[in-house]
């Protein structure tokens, strides 16, 4: 499975941004993909994540913020962004898994390249 993450850049404290993650490849029907934070010099963490019967996930620190969002059809992605804070800044990574379970760091899953998010303050 191939994963295209898109949208970060610069953005003001208290802007928004909306990522996108375009999948490809062995897709099975049943499958959970997630977007994961990592802030500099920090574990990369999970954001959100999404399974494959709509079932959603957030990290505390984003509740009421962030919206994860999928279109299964077009194997897409979306992680809208808004309230955004100096401590979002980091490297958001697409994260794909085949079965019902979100991916996680591991053998089985699949990971994008990342894209950038800097908020200024």
């Known amino acids: 499975v191939q994963l295209q993450a898109s949208g970060g850049g610069l953005v003001q404290a208290g802007g928004s941004l909306r990522l996108s993650c375009a999948a490809s490849g062995s897709i099975f029907s049943i499958h959970a993909m997630a977007w994961y934070h990592q802030a500099p010099g920090k574990e990369r963490e999970l954001v959100a994540g999404?399974?494959?019967?709509?079932?959603?996930t957030y990290a505390d620190s984003v509740k009421d913020r962030f919206i994860i969002s999928r279109d299964k059809l077009q194997n897409m992605l979306y992680l809208q962004m808004n309230s955004l804070t100096p401590e979002d800044t980091g490297v958001y990574y697409c994260?794909?898994?085949?079965?019902?379970?979100?991916?996680?760091?591991?053998?089985?899953?699949?990971w994008g390249q990342g894209t950038l998010v800097t908020v200024s303050s």
């Open positions: 994260a794909f898994r085949n079965g019902f379970e979100l991916p996680k760091e591991g053998p089985e899953g699949y």
């Open positions: 999404i399974k494959s019967d709509g079932e959603t």
